[in-house]
């Protein structure tokens, strides 16, 4: 069993950055692979990024490539999103989800965090 907390979300700027974490209980959560969703208001859930249970493997939706990093601290049972050079439209509430097998489908997450609010202004 794992749980998730989110935090960091709030407004800024477009061109600013934003650090969202997310903080997990659970002796699995080193074994376990994380992602990053976002949902805008009237759309689908979407994938953001992900990274591997040792973090040597990243995967980036193609609208965040090369502004949005991912890393984890397994030892601090984290998660960390840098969001850099954000744009009106990366508006939304951004979740974290956990599971032993990496996935980009959200279908896949067994675990998810509740989820925090990202606003951009123009």
């Known amino acids: 069993q794992v749980q998730l907390v989110e935090s960091g979300g709030g407004l800024v700027q477009a061109g600013g950055s934003l650090r969202l974490s997310c903080s997990a209980s659970?002796?699995?959560?080193?074994?376990?692979?994380v992602g990053w969703f976002r949902q805008a208001p009237g759309k689908k859930r979407e994938f953001v990024t992900a990274i591997s249970s040792r973090g040597t493997t990243t995967w980036f939706a193609n609208s965040v490539k090369g502004r949005f990093t991912i890393s984890r601290d397994n030892a601090k049972n984290a998660v960390y999103l840098q969001m850099n050079s954000l744009k009106p439209e990366d508006t939304a509430v951004y979740y974290c989800a956990a599971d032993p097998s990496t996935s980009i489908d959200s279908d896949d997450y067994n675990y998810w965090g509740q989820g925090t609010q990202v606003t951009v202004s123009s």
């Open positions: 659970g002796s699995t959560f080193s074994s376990a692979a």
